[in-house]
């Protein structure tokens, strides 16, 4: 029985639905959470609010691959 749970909570479409976003600065939100300077991965809900600051915009796949390589 706990093994059907684990598996509709490992299935879920909101656990793949994230979104890297870049933060020049620290940020709290009561109702949205925290982002920190650099990149963060949020879902895609909390990343349409963020989106609304000035001080936070999307991060493509590639810079975010580039600021984490082993190769810098």
């Known amino acids: 029985m ?3 749970k684990v598996e509709k909570t490992t299935n879920s479409p909101a656990a793949d639905d994230k979104v890297a976003l870049y933060s020049q ?3 709290f939100w009561n109702e949205v959470g925290t982002l920190k300077i650099g990149y ?3 879902n895609s809900e909390n990343a ?3 989106l609304r600051h000035k ?3 999307i991060a493509t796949p ?3 691959a580039k600021a984490y390589s082993q190769n810098k």
């Open 2 to 4: 706990s093994k059907s």
């Open 40 to 42: 963060n991965i949020v």
């Open 62 to 64: 590639d810079e975010v």
């Open 25 to 27: 600065k620290n940020l």
């Open 48 to 50: 349409e609010k963020w």
């Open 55 to 57: 001080a936070v915009r």
